[in-house]
């Protein structure tokens, strides 16, 4: 919208003049939906704590299982 050099302005007649699409109502309530889910989420300690901790404790179990997995050494050998 800037034209020329110097400082950049927008003028109110061509910003009016820039059609803004807006999603259908559907679309705008499921985003309105997930949007109230994730306030709940970050707002809420009693909802938002426990989530976390959740998920934490998943991803925690997911690197011990990673980390302490081993393959027999008959194995490694077998291959090389």
């Keep these: 919208m800037k ?3 110097g400082v950049p302005h927008v003028r109110a007649k061509e910003f009016e003049s820039y059609r803004i699409p807006i999603p259908p109502v559907a679309e705008q309530e499921r985003i ?3 949007l109230d889910k994730f306030d709940t989420l970050v707002n809420d300690i009693s909802v938002g704590l426990p989530a976390e901790v959740n998920a934490r404790r998943k991803q925690y179990e997911y690197y011990r299982d990673k980390l302490l997995t081993f393959s ?3 194995e490694e050998y077998a291959k090389q």
Aim: cysteine-free; glycine content about 12%; hydrophobic content about 35%.
């Design 3 to 5: 034209k020329g050099s």
């Design 32 to 34: 309105v939906t997930i």
């Design 72 to 74: 027999p050494l008959e």
